[in-house]
């Protein structure tokens, strides 16, 4: 039997939690560890201007769009509704003809854009201590770090990801001033589609989504 205290959304089926048609499980944390003092802490959180702007503007872009528009588009009507016209971009090298495309779409509809891709500053690995073998991909470092900072020194007011690299992702995140929402999340195996690991889980990924575990 499954120990339910250590289960938590991801092990739910039920999804109760969206129009309250149907029963919560077991372990649900909204019924068992989540109680009013926290939801009123998060809801004055909310309240805070910039957070209650930003949460309004994508629920009616979500509502507004829901089925509807393209990811691109969404992001577009949500500066829109913020009220924002400088958008910055943060690309992979590697997808620096997506990156363009991007750029002279949102120029297009009137945004100002600055984008900078992650080799900006031309960073040795070996400088920082990645080992050198690791040259074979790229003598270089991604910068996800100075990208951010670059953004930054500009006044972005939104930034947007386009295919960096897992972790170097995290970083811009983590350095961002303004804003940061993604546009293309890397997976150069599948197309830059990584849900499709997921669809194919349980059969067409199954041996490398679950390898053997080794007898200890």
Do not use: W
């Amino acid at each position: 039997m499954e120990d339910i205290s250590k289960m938590s959304c991801v092990d739910c089926s039920v999804g109760n939690c969206n129009f309250m048609d149907k029963s919560f499980p077991q372990f649900c944390p909204t019924v068992n560890t989540i109680d009013e003092e926290k939801r009123d802490e998060i809801k004055n959180i909310y309240e805070e201007e910039e957070n209650r702007k930003c949460m309004l503007s994508a629920a009616m872009v979500e509502y507004e769009g829901y089925g509807k528009t393209t990811r691109i588009e969404e992001i577009m009507e949500f500066a829109r509704k913020m009220g924002f016209k400088k958008i910055g971009i943060a690309n992979c090298l590697g997808l620096i003809k997506e990156a363009g495309t991007l750029g002279k779409i949102l120029r297009y509809n009137g945004f100002e854009v600055v984008g900078y891709g992650c080799k900006i500053g031309c960073i040795p690995k070996v400088e920082i201590g990645i080992p050198e073998e690791c040259n074979a991909v790229g003598k270089n470092i991604c910068n996800p770090i100075l990208q951010a900072k670059m953004l930054n020194e500009a006044k972005t007011e939104l930034n947007i990801v386009v295919g960096l690299c897992v972790g170097h992702d995290s970083l811009f995140y983590k350095y961002s001033d303004a804003l940061v929402t993604t546009a293309v999340t890397k997976d150069r195996i599948l197309g830059h589609n990584p849900v499709a690991a997921l669809y194919g889980a349980d059969f067409y990924f199954k041996k490398r989504m679950y390898p053997p575990k080794e007898d200890k």
